[in-house]
């Protein structure tokens, strides 16, 4: 039986949330899954969970992390001075795809942005990520913006 709960990250979460970042082609590029304590990695989640604009959190079942998620809140001067809710780096654990925790976590994670006073949610996918788009169109996002990035 599922004991599902999603919550503030904690340190000892780390290994489990890289592995779910290394977890496909594009991460498998970007992250490091044998080193999830490395210095990088912990001076980031310090970084992040000392933030109170920041929200790392992750969704267990019972003792499993089987999901991440960040999100950002960012004040703003446009729309009359209205905060956002960015969300990043949405991952579930490969083996748990396709229960809907997704759905699950990305609600959850509308709420907290709801509760903090945003008036938009927004993300960015990897346009080579076309499952994510359709799941993303299914909740209510619109692909109304044109990303760009500089890598340095």
Avoid at 21 to 38: H, I, M, S, W
Avoid at 58 to 86: C, K, N
Wanted: charged share 25%; net charge positive; glycine share 8%.
């Amino acid at each position: 039986m599922s004991e599902l709960q999603i919550r503030r990250a904690e340190k000892a979460d780390l290994p489990a949330i890289v592995a779910m970042l290394a977890d496909d082609a594009l991460g498998r590029v970007r992250e490091n899954a044998a080193v999830p304590l490395a210095r990088a990695y912990l001076d980031a989640f310090a970084a992040v969970d000392g933030n109170p604009n920041q929200l790392l959190a992750v969704m267990t079942d019972r003792d499993d992390v089987i999901g991440t998620l960040q999100i950002s809140f960012l004040p703003g001067l446009s729309l009359q001075g209205a905060w956002r809710g960015q969300i990043e780096a949405v991952r579930v654990a490969a083996n748990r795809r396709g229960e809907g925790l997704g759905h699950r976590l990305l609600e959850w994670a509308i709420e907290k942005c709801r509760e903090r006073g945003c008036r938009i949610v927004q993300l960015t996918t990897n346009k080579s990520r076309l499952d994510a788009h359709r799941f993303y169109e299914r909740l209510g996002f619109k692909a109304s913006h044109i990303g760009y990035k500089l890598d340095l």
